[in-house]
Antibody, heavy 120, light 106 residues
Framework: QVQLQGSGPGLVKPSQTLSLTCTVS???????????WNWIRQPAGKGLEWIGR???????NYNPSLKSRVTISMDTSKNEFSLKLSSVTAADTAVYYC???????????WGQGTLVTVSS | EIVLTQSPDFQSVTPKEKVTITCRAS??????LHWYQQKPDQSPKLLIK???QSVSGVPSRFTGSGFGTDFTLTISSLEADDAATYFC????????FGQGTKLEIK
């Protein structure tokens, strides 16, 4: 059974860079089967916003509304993928989820969510 | 960007009642519409994929229908465990989600 575990600082100061990591267990992110590895966020009491994704081969797609501030990468040696969001403001306060997406199928396995608060 | 609009935003229902949640897309998305259930402090769980395809482990009382711009999630006989927020999600281009429908059990 695949499990995704997000981790990272819960508090980030305005204008700084938010950095999160998602560690995948129960399967490899780099070999065997091919998947997209996604980041999605959810402000308190609001809906979900897709941030971007990285494919097993390394190709990346970003939400255009966040593209100028987002970097998604993967570290196959650690079986994890990461999110960096620069120049954060209070509007970036949210629960950040990592999720797996099989090709031609929707997001199936999600991490537990990491609350990140942007505040001085 | 494709906007997904769900209705209603909130519904209070009694057990065994039939529940219908709708999701309208701002442009045609064929059948690339999926439904998720999210309980408080939990991550979303996939219920229905590609409008009407069942997902392993999901009770058969959850069904979906629709095409193009109008979609429906139906819970045939509501159970107490179904209290949650339900989201639709489209996966054509630039993934987007509906704003959510919160179901409360009376």
């Amino acid at each position: 059974q695949v499990q995704l575990q997000g981790s990272g600082p819960g508090l980030v100061k305005p204008s700084q860079t938010l950095s999160l990591t998602c560690t995948v267990s129960g399967g490899s992110i780099s070999g065997g089967s091919y998947y997209y590895w996604n980041w999605i966020r959810q402000p308190a009491g609001k809906g979900l916003e897709w941030i971007g994704r990285i494919y097993t081969t390394g190709s990346i797609n970003y939400n255009p509304s966040l593209k100028s501030r987002v970097t998604i990468s993967m570290d196959t040696s650690k079986n994890e993928f990461s999110l960096k969001l620069s120049s954060v403001t209070a509007a970036d306060t949210a629960v950040y989820y990592c999720a797996r997406e099989p090709p031609n199928d929707p997001l199936d396995y999600w991490g537990q969510g990491t609350l990140v608060t942007v505040s001085s | 960007e494709i906007v997904l609009t769900q209705s209603p935003d909130f519904q209070s229902v009694t057990p065994k009642e039939k529940v219908t949640i709708t999701c309208r897309a701002s442009q045609s998305i064929g059948t690339s519409l999926h439904w998720y259930q999210q309980k408080p402090d939990q991550s979303p769980k996939l219920l229905i994929k590609y409008t009407s395809q069942s997902v392993s482990g999901v009770p058969s009382r959850f069904t979906g229908s629709g095409f193009g711009t109008d979609f429906t999630l139906t819970i045939s006989s509501l159970e107490a465990d179904d209290a949650a927020t339900y989201f639709c999600h489209q996966s054509t281009t630039l993934y987007t989600f509906g704003q959510g429908t919160k179901l409360e059990i009376k």
